[in-house]
């Protein structure tokens, strides 16, 4: 053998040899990393897909609550207010209000946009609330006809909820409103009193109802009255209309002119919060 023909053969085997190395496939490895890449995005989109349902079906439920609680409110407040008998009552409670609201045609469309059954609409009063002059509060004064502020909560399917609130009123009552009382003007104290001669001070209350006036000693306790200073012969009345009289007897003991009797005089009129007490005024009376 030559070394020419060695040289020839040589040269014959390496197009085969580079032949097999162009023939060479991926590896296992880079196939489950394939895999695993197209899992991923597979997995993301559907998730995006879903999230984009899921959120033009609460975007749908939630317009569907509006368009239902706008409905309810305006069909309340024609029943409570111009109905031929109006519903309004006064210290209503949820209950008192049954609201003539037909919610088939809302379920009824309800069908036909889901194509299957699921949960109705269904709206509810929860709460009424009373006006007070300044405010809603939860307490109601008896015979009260001034507005009412009502929350209604509506349920759609999907467990959506939405709720507003509104007020009524009774269009009928022309009587006037309840006022909380008020103490105005200011009584000036000291008052000072003669000794020997009667003297009679107006303590004035405005409110409607008309307050009620009562006089306790200062510091004020509800179980001793301003008419139990009988030895300083002064005593409280109560004139009617928010109006009370601080009575100095002539037979009243002079006192020290710096320190004299003090009083609080209270009214109340059961209104905003009847268990509540009403303004009170301090007076001290001084007797020479």
């Known amino acids: 053998m030559t070394s020419g023909s060695l040289w020839v053969r040589q040269g014959e085997r390496r197009p085969e040899r580079g032949r097999f190395s162009r023939d060479y496939g991926d590896t296992l490895i880079e196939v489950l990393l394939a895999i695993v890449v197209f899992s991923i995005a597979t997995t993301a989109l559907f998730s995006a897909l879903t999230a984009s349902v ?3 079906v ?22 409570i207010e111009f109905a031929a008998t109006p519903l309004f009552t006064s210290c209503a409670s949820p209950q008192t209000y049954r609201v003539r609201l037909n919610l088939t045609t809302f379920n009824h469309q309800l069908a036909i946009l889901n194509g299957a059954s699921v949960d109705p609409y269904i709206v509810e009063l929860t709460r009424i609330q009373y006006w007070n002059g300044t405010g809603y ?3 109601c004064v008896k015979g009260s006809q001034l507005p009412q502020l009502l929350t209604v909560l509506a349920v759609g399917p999907h467990h959506a909820k939405a709720s507003t609130i509104f007020s009524v009123q009774n269009l009928a009552y022309n009587g006037k409103v309840p006022v909380a009382v008020a103490q105005t003007p200011a009584v000036t104290s000291p008052v000072t009193a003669t000794k020997g001669q009667v003297k009679v001070i107006s ?7 008309a307050p009620v006036l009562t006089c306790f000693d200062d510091p004020p306790t509800n179980s001793r009255a301003c008419s139990s200073k009988n030895d300083d012969r002064i005593s409280f009345v109560d004139g009617g209309n928010g109006t009370g009289f601080l009575v100095v007897s002539s037979l009243a003991a002079a006192t020290d002119p710096v320190i004299g009797i003090p009083f609080t005089i209270r009214g109340t009129n059961g209104y905003p919060d009847p268990n509540a007490a009403g303004p009170s005024v301090k007076i001290t009376v001084v007797v020479q």
């Open 54 to 56: 899921q959120s033009s």
């Open 58 to 79: 609460t975007h749908r439920s939630q317009a569907s609550l509006q368009a239902l609680l706008g409905t309810y409110a305006n069909t309340a407040i024609s029943q």
């Open 137 to 139: 509060s939860n307490t």
């Open 203 to 209: 303590i004035p209350f405005t409110g409607t109802p």
